[in-house]
């Protein structure tokens, strides 16, 4: 049955209602339910659309709502189509002897949209669409592997340590597709179907918009969904961090150290167990005994200082108890309460409760902003569960399988919008996930605790791209990786300055990582559970021999240089959702050879990156699409439209500019 109400397309079939919306430039929504109504959730979809007048056809065979340059046909079985410009995008698959959009096979009973019921309410949805087997696909957040073009993965829409998951992707046939529902689920961008489930839900929920480019198409996305804030720019420089500084006199030295090296930082980062215990939220005051004057000195030398915080609760901590009577922290459906075992048994805080928000906040404010800290580093955003069991896991918004995914951007709001209602201005806090609209909330955010490998540096290219094409424009790593076995091994020594030559073209520079051997000694015999004193070598610019420092001075003079351009791409992101970090076909959606290039980058629209990848490598390929372009090594002018060969000595990285 077809049904026009107002602006919205109504099709009912079989117990099942979809709805049919405009929603935004050239965008439609579209929804589906087995039960009475829909739900009142969002999800991602937080901004108000703009005002559009979609035409509504309906036949006795079929109906369709035109918005713009998008139209979605549907069938009275409820199986829809849809068309850019009349050429069709993407269909449904549906393989039934009911009526159906194509001519394929009947007998092979698929449906659609196939709710399978729980006991209790939520049901498990498969959707299946039609695959192209040519077509490019990016975005989705951050995956740990090479594959940049995404056609052809199967991506678990789940958040794990290093793991992103935001269901958003850009398709090289005009068009973006978010799936809008936080749920714990599955992707398979198969080359003959494209499948998505989710666990446990109540309704399908997914937004699609067409244009020609992927700046349009991201423009579009951001419109619904939001846009990053202002960026302060005394945070475009270095950010020195390690694991860890253990006393408030490390801290200090480090700094102070920075300013005999003359080198200029703007923020430094108080790592994890400066706290007594977790969930405490409050500096130790053994090693930390005046905070306050330690950050006045900071502020003193123009450093900006941050400090982590965790949502795991120990048993231990002063606030376990109050905050399991209040229902401050997660459930768990089985067993006893631990969903967290590192360095104690805890619980982790349900950031889906505004309760839990509330609660924590005013201990970080008390504790650490009061104190004059200028930023919160989220970390274990995931949230990072003892064992990702998400079947065991229950919110106040749900069961973990049913929302678990949006759990990140919660967190980070617990931040950011008590700080705006307590007047901070442009505030901005490290996180190690996100979801989708994410981008919002003030969050600069990490790939994770990857390790210090040139593949994994590869891989961080490509974490760096897709997400990115999710719409999460503050984006960057720990430079060198976070996971060290020997800060003297000349391999590593390499692999770091690659990887800092790359960070100095991402949206932040920080130096951090876990720096072995683990053989620096406890500063005395307390501990929590194994481990709670050690730290990571040094891991300042000087650490690492005089030639290194060299070349490290030398690329962050470079980013300094920079300030001005950076700035104007943070601007650029406030106002169309534009990445700092470019795929190539961002800037040149009509080359094809774009299209296919992964292994360098756009950062911003004026300079083309390509850094080395791979050990023991000093020259490399690039791809110079059309135009006049000055590398900026030697002034040499080169015209594009060709791939050449350069060559890349350790203290140089092949960029260049386009005039």
């Keep these: 049955m077809f049904i026009q109400d107002n602006k919205a397309l109504i099709v009912r079939h079989a117990g099942e209602t979809l709805r049919i919306e405009a929603w935004g430039m050239d965008s439609v929504r579209i929804r589906s339910t087995v039960y009475p109504s829909f739900t009142d959730h969002d999800w991602a979809l937080t901004e108000m659309p703009l005002s ?5 056809s309906i036949t006795e065979t079929e109906a369709m709502l035109t918005n713009g340059r998008i139209s979605v046909r549907v069938n009275p079985q409820g199986v829809f189509a849809v068309y850019k410009d009349g050429g069709m995008l993407f269909r449904e698959y549906f393989r039934n002897y009911e009526g159906t959009l194509c001519e394929e096979s009947r007998c092979l009973k698929y449906i659609n949209r196939d709710y399978r019921p729980y006991i209790g309410g939520d049901y498990r949805i498969v959707q299946k669409f039609d695959s192209d087997p040519e077509e490019k696909i990016f975005g989705m957040g951050q995956y740990q592997q090479a594959n940049t073009n995404l056609k052809g993965c199967i991506l678990d829409l789940e958040q794990r340590n290093s793991q992103v998951s935001i269901p958003f992707f850009i398709s090289d046939k005009g068009y973006g597709f978010l799936w809008n529902n936080p749920a714990v689920g599955r992707v398979s961008f198969g080359t003959n179907i494209t499948e998505f489930r989710a666990e446990a839900v109540k309704q399908l929920d997914e937004w699609i918009a067409a244009a020609d480019t992927p700046k349009e198409i991201l423009k579009n996305y951001t419109d619904v969904t939001g846009r990053t804030p202002a960026f302060p720019e005394e945070l475009m420089g270095l950010w020195q961090c390690k694991l860890r500084y253990r006393t408030q006199q490390e801290v200090l030295d480090t700094a102070r150290a920075c300013r005999a090296h003359n080198v200029p930082i703007n923020v430094i980062v108080i790592d994890f167990f400066h706290w007594t215990y977790q969930g405490d939220w409050k500096f130790d005051p053994v090693y930390w005994p005046d905070p306050k004057a330690m950050i006045d000195e900071l502020h003193e030398m123009g450093i900006k200082v941050c400090v982590s915080v965790w949502p795991s609760v120990d048993k231990k901590s002063e606030n376990f108890a109050e905050m399991l009577e209040k229902g401050l922290l997660i459930r768990t459906e089985r067993g006893g309460l631990q969903t967290y075992d590192y360095q104690g048994d805890c619980t982790e805080i349900d950031a889906t409760n505004p309760e839990t928000r509330e609660y924590v906040y005013q ?3 008390q504790n650490y902003l009061d104190l004059g800290i200028d930023m919160i580093w989220l970390d274990n955003a995931e949230p990072d569960y003892v064992k990702y069991d998400f079947d065991q896991y229950r919110y106040y918004l749900g069961t973990a399988l049913s929302c678990s995914n949006i759990w990140p951007q919660y ?10 209602k307590d007047g901070y201005q442009n505030p901005v806090n490290l996180l ?3 979801w989708a609209g994410s981008q919002k909330y003030g969050n600069v955010i990490w790939s994770g605790d990857v390790p210090s490998t040139f593949a994994s540096l590869r891989d961080q290219l490509q974490c760096g791209i ?11 790593t720990d430079i060198g990786g976070f996971m060290t076995d020997d800060v003297n091994d000349p391999k590593f020594r390499q692999l770091l300055i690659r990887w800092f030559e790359f960070a100095v073209f991402t949206a932040v520079l920080r130096m951090h990582g876990d720096r072995g051997p683990y053989d620096i000694p406890p500063l005395d015999d307390r501990d929590f559970g194994g481990g709670y004193l050690k730290t990571g070598h040094a891991n300042e610019l000087w650490s690492y021999g005089e030639e290194n420092f060299r070349i490290m001075m030398k690329f962050l ?22 990445p700092l970090l470019r795929a190539m076909f961002y800037e040149f959606p009509e080359d094809p050879v774009c299209w296919n290039t992964y292994d360098q980058y756009m950062f911003g629209g004026k300079y083309l990156v390509a850094p080395i990848l791979y050990e023991d490598t000093f020259e490399r390929e690039v791809y110079l699409p059309s135009g006049s372009w000055r590398d900026t090594r030697n002034n040499e002018i080169i015209e594009g439209g060709r791939t050449i ?3 890349v000595p350790l203290d140089e990285i092949a960029v260049y500019e386009k005039i």
């Design 466 to 476: 897709n997400m990115g094409l999710a719409g999460i424009p503050w984006w960057t």
């Design 432 to 434: 190690r996930s996100a």
């Design 645 to 647: 060969l350069t060559s």
């Design 363 to 365: 201990k970080v404010k």
């Design 411 to 420: 967190f980070s709001r617990m931040m950011y919008e008590n700080m705006l």
């Design 557 to 578: 003079n470079v980013r300094l240089s920079m300030h001005d351009y950076i700035a104007s791409l943070y601007r650029e992101a406030q106002e169309n959702g534009s």
């Design 52 to 56: 559009c007048e979609p035409v509504i």
